[in-house]
């Protein structure tokens, strides 16, 4: 029987900063639990990798402000790259409600500390792309500090950085259930066999509810399919753009390679774990991106180069951290709703703190709890790509 003093079950992006960051915390005796044969399968190696401060709520806006430095200095930290590119989110408005959000955005995240956040005019909008389709837009936000990660190189650094410290990662190793007595959870079955600890941590992404289910939580996240659209080598677009978010259609884009990736949120998508891409997807981005951005029309994409991930959503698109109250030694990181990776960071400290000093000053994390959806306190995060 092993047995450690916490076990993560998960292995990707969250699951290995959670790793990390309780090894700064002072505690090694941690084992990682991936059901893959090496890790990155699930939602990191298929996210678009963007960062970002610009959020409508303090708490996500406080989290951006811790993982966005991380970021900066990963690569001297954990002598490993994370692939960080300042080049910035443009959000555009084209009506006067959208101009207002951001002008009350930009007031909360100045309020929080953000620095590089500003407010633009339509030249503004159209010095930083100039590409853009402009008769219509009456504004922006931009942030220089914002950008995009290598998310499947932010993961390995995290746990190789982890694993010189003494935790052990294992691979093929998949949860078939959470045992429980009078004090609280007390270890994890897998096919392999029982694995003991009184400090079990859910980060298993999208599977986040079925893997709380193991344990008797109700968790309420749910999969959810999202799409990208890479474009085959294209210099329409500048590579130092930023990310481009139109905001009355959701349509956003980035350098990606030497051409563009594609994106769009479709209202359409239903719940469930449809890990297939949708070839009818490319027509729809593509119809709302040339709209925008009208030298897309001279970009080529190859469907096969297209994929899909899952989005981990919770009802207020606000992620779950922390303690389970009814059910000691029992830890949630999960819900992020697409922030995942930009929050990693972020969410290993809270939780490292959570279990080692049962406080973190970082955000409050009252905000986060999994408690709050029984209390009926949700959070209200509009800005959601």
């Known amino acids: 029987m092993k047995s450690a003093d ?24 941690v084992l990682v639990l991936e059901r893959e044969s090496s890790q990155g399968k699930g939602s990191t190696g298929k996210s678009m990798g963007g960062v970002r401060a610009q959020f409508a709520t303090p708490v996500n806006i406080r989290m951006s402000l811790y993982s966005i430095p991380f970021f900066g200095r990963f690569d001297e930290v954990m002598g490993h790259p994370s692939g960080y590119r300042p080049q910035g989110y443009l959000f555009v ?19 929080a500390g953000l620095k590089d956040v500003h407010l633009l005019d339509p030249a503004g909008v159209s010095r930083l792309a ?40 294992l691979r093929d190793t998949d949860v078939t259930g959470i045992r429980v007595d009078a004090a609280g959870v007390c270890g994890v079955e897998t096919a392999q066999g029982f ?3 009184r400090t079990v941590v859910n980060a298993t992404g999208a599977w986040a509810g079925t ?69 009818a997807f490319i027509e729809k981005v593509l119809t709302r991106g040339v709209d925008r951005l009208p030298c897309l029309e001279e970009a080529e994409v190859n469907p096969k180069r297209a994929w899909a991930g899952l989005y981990e959503m919770t009802p207020d698109h606000h992620p779950v951290i922390g303690p389970v109250r009814s059910l000691p030694g029992f830890f949630l990181a999960n819900g992020f709703s697409g922030h995942g990776v930009m929050h990693s960071p972020a969410t290993g400290r809270i939780l490292a703190d959570l279990i080692v000093h049962g406080r973190c000053d970082l955000v409050d994390t009252e905000l986060l709890g999994f408690e709050r959806f029984a209390a009926g306190r949700l959070l209200h995060e509009t800005a959601v790509l």
């Open 6 to 29: 916490v076990i993560i079950i998960g292995g990707g992006i969250v699951g290995s900063s959670i790793a990390y960051h309780l090894t700064e915390a002072g505690c090694t005796s």
């Open 93 to 111: 408005a084209t009506n006067q409600a959208h101009l207002d959000y951001l002008r009350e955005n930009y007031r909360s995240q100045v309020e």
């Open 130 to 169: 100039p590409e853009l389709r402009s008769d219509d837009i009456l504004g922006g936000s931009f942030c220089a500090t914002d950008g995009f990660v290598d998310p499947y190189s932010v993961m390995t650094g995290f746990m190789l950085k982890a694993m010189e410290r003494g935790v052990q990662l």
């Open 195 to 197: 694995l003991a600890s």
């Open 211 to 279: 893997v709380a289910r193991l344990a008797g939580v109700d968790l309420p996240v749910e999969p959810l399919r999202r799409m990208l659209v890479p474009t085959e080598p294209f210099d329409g677009v500048s590579h130092l753009s930023p990310m481009v978010v139109d905001m009355n259609t959701g349509f956003h884009y980035r350098p990606e390679g030497r051409g563009l990736l594609l994106a769009w949120n479709d209202p359409e998508e239903t719940p469930g774990f449809k890990l297939n891409f949708d070839r």
